[in-house]
């Protein structure tokens, strides 16, 4: 089991940057699979990007590819989400989320696959 602990977010305005970061406790950080979610007022949680177990891999959603970097460092338990050029429409709580599914081979955008999800960080972008 996994608990995750986000930090970072905030406001900003567009076209300005944020870093938002995912402390892992536990022992076996790089056993899981790393995915970041976003979840807007009156929308449904919304895929944002992915980063494989060794972080050899990332894939990202359109909306945001080109203008957001997913990393991880496994030696200390952490997963970063750096946002750049960031858009009012950016403006969510962002969520990072952990899977050890043993079927999923690299990685999922699926919410349902991953077990355990940290509390979320509010990212607003002004215009």
């Known amino acids: 089991q996994v608990q995750l602990v986000e930090s970072g977010g905030g406001l900003v305005q567009a076209g300005g940057s944020l870093r938002v970061s995912c402390a892992a406790s536990?022992?076996?950080?790089?056993?899981?699979?790393m995915g970041w979610f976003r979840q807007a007022p009156g929308k449904e949680r919304e895929f944002v990007g992915v980063?494989?177990?060794?972080?050899?891999?990332?894939y990202y959603a359109d909306s945001v590819k080109g203008r957001f970097t997913i990393s991880r460092d496994n030696a200390k338990n952490t997963a970063s989400l750096q946002m750049n050029s960031l858009k009012p429409e950016d403006t969510a709580v962002y969520y990072c989320?952990?899977?050890?599914?043993?079927?999923?081979?690299?990685?999922?955008?699926?919410?349902?696959?991953?077990?355990?999800w940290g509390q979320g960080t509010q990212v607003t972008v002004s215009s």
């Open positions: 989320a952990a899977s050890s599914r043993p079927w999923l081979l690299s990685w999922t955008a699926l919410p349902n696959e991953y077990q355990y």
């Open positions: 536990g022992r076996t950080f790089s056993s899981y699979i």
């Open positions: 980063i494989t177990r060794s972080g050899g891999m990332t």
